[in-house]
């Protein structure tokens, strides 16, 4: 959303200076909101180009055979559709653009506890970035996201600029995540304790902690690889006695948590967005706040799962299936929490919530699909073939853009202090949807038809299902552009919003939207819980839902 | 039931009794994902209809019991305990040693699968084994990790470099599967696919007899095997089309365009030069992916290949050149087409 | 870092914010060298002989020389630290720098103990007339392994110098304030984490 910037702009060609004056307030700005709405803007972007690429590799499985792009292009496609997507749109997305403008706000705190770092944050986020996409104008990489040894030691493409690239992401990974956790531990407002932080709030600590953790062992068997490619060390290679499955648990010891990373803000999102738009209080609050930690905590555990067929002893791969459920079995805690937060509410439905609502089959059926193949005979099956990959796009794209996209229509009020039209938000919201399973469904089917994934050509016994796929991929981008359309078009027209459409308790809404420069004329008192619905506010009247549908 | 629910889920026909037994289990997982994922939606769907309320009003402050919440957590782990270990038990047989097992040795490389039989045969990418006694593989990798993939026997296992892992399979069916590489392994990863061939007792024994496919040891056939071998086929063709590489048809003796301009003639030392050095002399169009094959081609075999593209000097369509049984038309003497000028 | 930064409301809290931030980073450091050793044990299991050869091979007189000299420049930093609070500047700076040149001292016996191994043959990733002349027997994964935790940590002592060196730097110029020694305290901190590791790394390198 570039967007942003236009209000402003408009000034432009009466006063040149002010162009660097505004380069410079925000370039340089250490606000968390500006900071925020940077991140906002660079990871939506690297959502673009992902999805472009994406689009391009379904179009390619239009016929059975080659359609636009050579094989070597097609293992080009796939690798940067997954580091971009994985490193540069999901890991980042929520946490940076939204856990950055809202974290404060929900604690009551004027900044995040080390802005400048915050700031460096971005910037090294940035510049690992170029240098991905540099790698790609550098004949791009063929190893797909995995990196798996020893292909990636061979390869004949740039290895090693685009994991230098993502290694200097990670470093953004890991300082942004020191800072939420400092900021949370030590910034919050007087009365803000533990137990009444905002549920998105938690979300962001637990994945926080995540990320401090789990990043420095990608960035150790990035480094690996990196030496291996370019001075032949071969501590993996089998020749000099290494294990290729070696690279594989270390890189699984961050990959498996990193779907935590950014399936646990989603969560967050649903949270926030369900008490709001229910006006009740979480059926249980408490609940969340351990599911959500558990899931941390057991997310580290689980990850031989994606190895059942790498050749792992028996016992290991017994011991991982089993951890493996336990994450369903907070993840079911979280879902039934949600539901029984919306009995006895007093609902009101608008595009977040329909978003929330597709969020919660298709996260249920991506979840339960995660338990099919942490069902280890059914894994050996599905293994690398299209069920996996459709198991998770169904977490990432079903549960986290899904999210992503709720938290965009839930607080683009409080950002802009406009409102968007429900009517084309409530379109885009079933195009996503509907687009997404028409997209993904197919290739559950084609998973269990045996259709291993990254393969340029398949047999022709697949051609129906993969087109299905690719029709639903159109709708799916056509989709999100609607919601693009919708969102810029309120925030250059959309009417004012108020302060709070919502109606919502929750602390980020008691103050200004969009906030004033320090968040706050004055830290408000907080004394009402986050949650409480119990009794309507003084200052608001009796509202008619239908009455504020913009026009 | 079983065959309507198979087409329903797109399973293609199942091999042994491993399979039908592991289709079933898919069927009660997948079902319960169907429905679970159902209900949880028509529960939201009714619990926003019926409590959608067009005035803000004040709600109730409600308070969950633990204990509660412990129930759920306990009735899911059970569910998904129970998928657990009947899903292990499954998965155990793959990896138990069977009595009087039918062994094949396995060896994978970019792009292609050589099996090497009791006998001391091997063949390429086409397995050919007896129906009704339990099937065993034995496999390595010479280059990457590949991962050997059954769908028909709902299997699957990696292939390691410097390692031999083992696969039980159990006594199949009679019929044709496809064997595919689940591994990503290169730009031929899709291409690198074989067959399996369950024979019933008498057919495969008359296979046995029909003798080792080596018989015919002129330069060009065995020029022919070794391309097979190694993999040659993943990228070139011996039929005129373009594949990820050059054709081999009508290239011996013509002149090559190369990506820096220049021209070279395709005569035995250019092509030798393209086994072992191949980043040196790109053909304009292609890309450079091209392993080198210097120190895994030993030169008798090398010579072989370069007598084998010189027979094909004139497009010679071989339908099926990975076929080992299949016997070589004699080269064609006449040159037919002249290199340009 | 000299003032209070407007977003805290006291100098304690600031200075909360300033070492909590420091212990979370130094955990996710921890991570990394978490990864070289069970990479260590992996391989150890693997090839025990091996590894019980590489580590008598190993330099044990001047890798214990710098386990020794680790420590005590952690005993010096400490030291600053408590001069700090003391209000000691003078002394805090002294102390300082004795740290740091025991840290020089340290890359430069490693520096030595590395071209002792190039002498022998032994080069990262099995390359050398070492390896040419043990083909029989797997010592790459011990050496490679070797050379990354030690260069690693190598490169982690760099990185500590230069860190207490800009503080030192500021603390000579008077920047820090009495109440405000958290910034020293967060070098002396990283200074420990990079002593810590390396009281992992001798004994699984040098000794066992």
Known sequence: MTTTFEPELRVVPSAPPRVRDLAREWLLTRDHKRIGILYFVATSLALALGGTFALLLRIEHLTPGPTIVSP????????????????????????????????????????????????LSFWIYVFGAAFVLCAMGLGGLDTGWTFYVPYSSSSPSAVVPTLVGIFIVGWSTILTGVNFIVTIHTMRARSVSWMRLPLFTWAIYGTSIIQVLATPVLGLSLLIVMLDHAFSWGLFDAARGG??????????????????????????????????????????????????????????????????????????????????MLVAVFSAIKVFTWLSTLRNGSIMLKTPLLYVFAFLFLFVFGGMSGVAVATMSLDVHWHDTYFVVAHFHFIMVGGALTAWLAALHYWFPKVTGRLYSERVGMLAAALVSVGFFATFFPQFLLGNAGMPRRYYAYPPEFTALN????????????????????????????????????????FEWRTASPPPAHDFEQVPSFELDAYDYTTPWPEEPPLESSAEEPS | MYELLRRLFFLPRAATELARAID??????????????????????????????????????????????????????????????????????????????????????????????????????????????????????????????????????????????????????????????????????????????????????????????????????????????????????????????????????????????????????????????????????????MPTYLGSLPQPEAAAIVEYIRSLRRAEREPNPTLPTVQVAPPDAGAARSPAP | MNELADHFDSPERQAHAARLGMWVFLGSELLLF?????????????????????????????????????????????????????????????LLLATQACGVVFLVLKFMEYSEHFALGIYPGGQGRFFAAHASAHFEPFWTLYFLTT??????????????????????????????????????????????????????????
Not at chain 2, 52 to 75: K, M, Y
Not at chain 2, 121 to 128: A, G, K, N
């Open chain 1, 243 to 324: 294990d290729p499955v070696l690279y594989q648990h270390l890189f699984w010891f961050y990959s498996h948590p990193a779907v935590y990373i950014m399936i646990l803000p989603a969560m967050g999102v649903v949270s926030e967005v369900v008490s709001t738009f229910a006006h009740k209080n979480p059926h249980s609050y408490r609940a969340i706040v351990y599911a959500t930690l558990g899931i941390a905590f057991v997310g580290f555990l689980t990850w031989g799962h994606h190895m059942f067929v790498a050749g792992m002893s028996v016992f290991d791969a017994g011991a991982f299936g089993v951890l493996s």
């Open chain 1, 467 to 506: 087109v299905a796929s690719t029709l639903g991929s159109w709708l799916l981008a056509s989709g999100l552009l609607l919601a693009l359309f919708g969102l810029a078009h309120a925030f250059l027209f959309g009417p004012p919003s108020g302060d709070n459409p919502w109606r919502s308790r929750c």
């Open chain 2, 24 to 289: 079933a289990l898919h069927f009660v997982v997948i079902g319960s994902t169907l429905l679970g994922s159902l209900a949880i939606a028509a529960a939201a769907v009714w619990l926003i209809t019926r409590y959608r309320s067009d005035v803000v009003r004040p709600t109730p402050h409600q308070s969950a019991r633990a204990s509660r919440e412990w129930l759920l957590a306990l009735g899911v782990v059970s569910a998904f305990l129970a998928a657990w270990v009947v899903g292990y038990k499954q998965f155990l047989r793959f990896h138990e040693p069977a009595p009087n097992a039918f062994t094949v040795y396995v060896t994978a490389k970019q792009w292609m699968w050589k099996f090497t039989y009791p006998d001391g045969r091997s063949t390429t990418d086409i397995l050919t084994v007896p129906e009704d006694q339990p099937l065993e593989l034995v496999m390595t990798s010479r280059d990457v990790i590949h991962s050997f993939y059954l769908p028909g026997f709902r299997a699957k296992q990696d292939v390691l470099p410097g390692r031999y892992v083992t696969l039980s399979l159990g006594a199949a069916r009679a019929g044709s599967y496809r064997i595919s590489c689940a591994e990503y392994c290169g730009i031929s990863h899709y291409a690198m696919s074989g067959e399996l061939r369950v024979l019933p007792a008498r057919e495969f024994q008359a296979w046995l007899e029909a003798g080792s496919p080596d018989h015919d040891s002129s330069l060009v056939e065995l020029g022919r095997t070794a391309s097979a071998r190694h993999g040659c086929f993943s990228c070139h063709t011996d039929d005129g089309q373009t594949h990820v590489g050059p054709t081999w048809s009508g290239l011996f003796g013509s002149e090559v365009l190369l990506a820096d301009g220049t021209r070279v003639l395709a005569d035995a030392a250019y092509l030798t030069r393209s086994m072992m050095d191949p980043q040196a002399e790109i053909v304009a169009g292609f890309q450079p992916v």
């Open chain 1, 72 to 119: 070597a292009t097609y293992d080009r496609l796939f690798t940067l559709h997954g580091v971009t997507m994985v490193w540069l749109f999901l890991i980042p997305s929520i946490p940076t653009a939204f856990g950055n403008y809202l974290v404060p706000l929900q604690i009551g705190a004027r900044e995040v506890a080390f802005p400048r770092l915050n700031l």
């Open chain 3, 151 to 208: 260069g690693l940590h190598a490169l982690h002592v760099a990185v500590g110098i230069l860190v207490l060196a800009f503080t030192t730097l500021a603390l000579g110029r008077g920047s820090f304030g009495p109440k405000f020694i958290h910034p020293v305290h967060n070098a002396t901190l990283y200074w420990h984490l990079v002593d810590l590791i390396w009281i992992f790394v001798w004994p699984l390198y040098y000794l066992a």
């Open chain 3, 34 to 94: 978490a990864g070289l050793f069970t990479l260590y044990g992996a391989y150890r299991a693997k090839f025990p002989a091996e590894f019980a050869e590489g580590v008598r091979h190993s330099t044990k007189l001047l890798g214990s020389l710098n386990t020794a000299i680790l420590l005590v420049s952690s005993s010096f930093a400490a030291l600053a630290v408590e001069q700090l609070r003391r209000a000691r500047r003078g002394r805090a700076v002294a």
